[in-house]
């Protein structure tokens, strides 16, 4: 918090020039409103420019024309700039319209305009609970010795046991309001937070991947090296401290167990009269699915790093070909030229151990090949029993069944796996409709349609039982990363 850094973050930092721009209330407005309320992470710019044209007309209407002179397309390229940056300006592979996202700072400038309005109730019990909650998991994560260890856990056993006997005789203590809304209020604001870290880590991981890219276009040495380096580069991601926290978030979160559970929770909890005074926001009872659409985005973004390096690949390997042409054209030009006057003298000398000689009469002698006869026989085709049942006997897959199995499933649950899929309704064609399936999964799906998602960290087995030629059953197993089917906003 020194002079020197501060002049500089209130020069250079995004989140500051945002908070010193002349129409700050207009764009903390306009984007808490359009991406971090609905927790909207990618918004086209057709949709974000009629947003805010609505937003400017009324804003005219109250302030007048001159207020804010120019249109919402303008605004937006301003706020994109370089110079701002509190927009992110990209474009999909594939298409060819703009799309806009948050960037972190600009979050992080909304998060603390949110801090200075009054709260209802403020409260501290449930921060020290979790002060001393966190505390007690250090202490005992990186205790060594197991006889203290075995000392806490039975002292924790012995504190359950006297618990369980209160509740048994009928001495519960209920949790007051203050308490519920005390408790309440932090939850809430530490689901937001980490929504909003989601944002900053991938900025993160974004960055790498462009410092990839810049190292790789600007590359002058063997592919080799840069293969090593760019490969050391994604080891640093993993094995980084934000790296191994975002995945062992992830794989916390992609427990059906975990979600079911912090479902039925949330359920009960919102539905306590304390908490409904505090009038929380809707989308609190999804917070869980906002997470996985914002753990998603940040798997998208590591995931762009192994695709750079199959483009880089590619690209070195075309280039490598083309130089090997050019060399071939240019020695068969030199070849032709030479061909009518070749050059006098020695022109290159090539040193060798000996001369190598070869006798006429070492070689073969020249071998006939054998003719076939062919026999002069008449072919009687009436009484040939041609089997024509393998013509067929062909498989089709109707893909718009296997959808409305998904469909189905996705009616009673808003998740399910391939495998407790496949448990339902068993496959009837094998393998190639196993391979059907997962091509659902991974086509280009309608964005009211249903959703999926590969988790490459979980194998699971898929069995199913064929009927051979000869009528005996056999059992063929599958081995695949799990495939998880999410509902859409188009099944009911």
């Known amino acids: 918090m020194d002079y020197a850094t501060l002049f500089s973050l209130r020069e250079h930092h995004p989140a500051w020039r945002l908070l010193a721009a002349q129409h700050a209330p ?18 086209s710019e057709a949709n974000l420019t009629e947003l805010l044209e609505d937003a400017l007309f009324t804003l005219r209407e109250q302030d007048g024309t001159s207020a804010y002179p120019k249109g919402a397309r303008d605004y937006l390229t301003e706020w994109a700039a370089v110079d701002k940056g509190w927009l992110r300006k990209f474009y999909k592979p594939g298409t060819d319209e703009a799309q806009f996202d948050l960037t972190p700072a600009t979050e992080k400038a909304i998060a603390w305009l949110v801090s200075l309005t009054d709260r ?5 019990e449930s921060r020290l ?33 006297q618990e369980i006997a209160r509740v048994e005789a009928g001495d519960m203590a209920v949790m007051d309001a203050t308490a519920i809304k005390d408790r309440f209020l932090q939850f809430q604001q530490l689901a937001r937070e980490l929504l909003g870290d989601f944002r900053e880590v991938e900025q993160n991981f974004r960055q ?9 276009a600007l590359w002058e040495g063997s592919k080799g090296e840069l293969l090593d380096e760019i490969l050391g580069a994604t080891d640093a991601i993993g094995t980084s401290d934000q790296g191994r926290s975002f995945r062992a978030f992830w794989d916390f979160l992609m427990s059906r167990s975990r979600q079911e559970t912090l479902t039925e929770q949330l359920a009960l909890v919102l539905a306590l009269p304390p908490v409904l ?31 750079q390096l199959r483009h880089f690949l590619d690209d070195r390997a075309f280039l490598d070909n083309r130089r090997i042409l050019t060399l071939m054209r240019g020695i068969e030009s030199k070849a032709l030229a030479l061909r009518a006057c070749p ?6 000398w090539v040193d060798d151990m000996g001369a190598e000689i070869f006798l006429p009469l070492e070689r073969p002698l020249f071998t006939p090949t054998s003719k076939p006869k062919l026999a002069d026989l008449e072919l009687d085709t009436d009484d040939i029993d041609v089997d024509t049942r393998g013509l067929f006997a062909q498989v089709v897959i109707d893909k718009a069944q296997l959808r409305g199995n998904i469909q ?15 448990q339902k309704t068993p496959l009837q064609l094998g393998l190639a409709e196993l391979v059907a399936y997962l091509e659902l999964a991974h086509g280009n799906q309608p964005p009211d349609d249903l959703r999926a998602m590969v988790d490459d960290h979980l194998e699971e087995s898929i069995c199913w039982t064929m009927t051979q030629s000869d009528g ?21």
Do not use: Y
């Open 26 to 43: 207009l764009i903390a407005s306009f984007l808490h409103r359009t991406f971090v309320q609905p927790n909207v992470r990618v918004m």
């Open 120 to 124: 209802p109730f403020v409260g501290t």
């Open 129 to 161: 609970l979790t002060l001393f909650t966190l505390l007690e998991q250090i202490q005992a994560g990186t205790e060594v010795d197991p006889r203290k260890r075995v000392t806490t856990l039975l002292q924790q056993r012995d504190e359950i046991d």
């Open 208 to 216: 790498l991947d462009r410092q990839v890219r810049e190292k790789i």
């Open 277 to 307: 005074e505090l009038k929380p926001e809707p989308r609190l009872r999804r917070i869980h699915h906002d997470w996985l659409e914002a753990g998603e985005h940040t798997q998208r973004t590591v995931a762009q790093l192994s695709q």
């Open 343 to 348: 050059p006098s003298g020695t022109v290159h």
């Open 408 to 422: 189905r499933a996705l009616r009673q649950t808003p998740q399910v796996s391939l495998s407790e899929l496949i």
């Open 472 to 492: 005996v059953r056999i059992e063929r197993c599958a081995r695949l990363p799990r495939v998880i089917f999410l509902r859409g906003r188009g099944v009911g």
